[in-house]
């Protein structure tokens, strides 16, 4: 049977060894914070804060300074683009776009790339977070966060304060379409760029660039929560606007998703 373009990009997506590797990875960070945490408090109450929720031990909280939390929001730039964020350069360079393209529309091939790699890309960002979730509520109780309990990490003044407290889970849902956001991101930036560059490492690393360059603009200026680095952590960072941010990465998706489609469009690279 005849495969269509969208089932061929993300077949390959999916069976890359890209996509493995970063799952792998993220997959040992998740597992890692719930035996540090949540089960080092599990086999020893006495261990650590009184009243421990999956909320306080899991890597949706970031008052214990997890390095399994601070390694997957500093990488994700990276580990996002690894399932098939490189994929069109890749094509240019071995030549099977030029193979593809005789038998299916360049449109198509164009927005299946781009889907397959953006829905991997999340899938590789957000599933960790998930996982630990499950096995954190395995071993401590799961329920809305407590007024009276002060290890959360929100400061009173923070926006989203309310809905963190009255709904626990649509505060971390709200972060987990954060991340997704996030995630589709970088990939869109990774092949916009790769239409541009002759270099693997340029593609691959441009997101990393772009949220490290944000990072010293927001030093500079004083403006920290413009950096994904502050925006993604969960206790949110002071001066923190979900609107803003949402906005600002719905830009970015498009803006960079226009590049990467008409520059496909155009460039006769195959």
């Not at 214990?64 to 390694?71: I, K, Q, T």
Request: aromatic share 18%.
């Amino acid at each position: 049977m005849k495969r269509s373009t969208f089932g061929i990009e993300f077949y390959r997506a999916f069976h890359f060894n890209g996509f493995f590797a970063a799952l792998l990875f993220v997959i040992a960070l998740a597992v890692y914070q719930a035996i540090v945490h949540a089960l080092l408090i599990y086999n020893y109450p006495g261990v650590g804060y009184t009243g421990n929720t999956v909320w306080t031990q899991s890597l949706f909280n970031d008052v214990m300074v997890s390095m399994a939390n601070f390694l997957l929001r500093f990488m994700a730039p990276f580990l996002v683009c690894l399932p098939h964020g490189m994929s069109y350069w890749t094509d240019r360079i071995k030549g099977y776009g030029k193979n593809l393209l005789t038998r299916v529309d360049r449109k198509s091939y164009l927005l299946g790339k781009w889907i397959a790699a953006v829905v991997s890309g999340i899938l590789v960002f957000v599933l960790p977070y998930i996982l630990n979730f499950l096995i954190t509520g395995l071993f401590l109780p799961i329920r809305n966060a407590d007024l009276m309990n002060l290890n959360h990490g929100i400061h009173p003044s923070h926006s989203m304060v309310r809905l963190f407290y009255k709904n626990t889970f649509l505060y971390a849902a709200f972060y987990l379409f954060l991340f997704a956001l996030f995630a589709a991101a970088c990939v869109s930036i990774c092949l916009a760029v790769s239409t541009m560059t002759e270099f693997w490492f340029t593609s691959l690393l441009s997101p990393f660039f772009v949220c490290i360059l944000l990072l010293n603009l927001g030093n500079i200026t004083g403006h920290h929560e413009i950096a994904p680095f502050y925006f993604l952590e969960t206790s949110q960072p002071a001066g923190f606007q979900p609107e803003a941010v949402i906005f600002g990465l719905l830009g970015t998706i498009m803006a960079s998703f226009l590049i990467y489609y008409l520059r496909g469009l155009r460039n006769d690279v195959f």
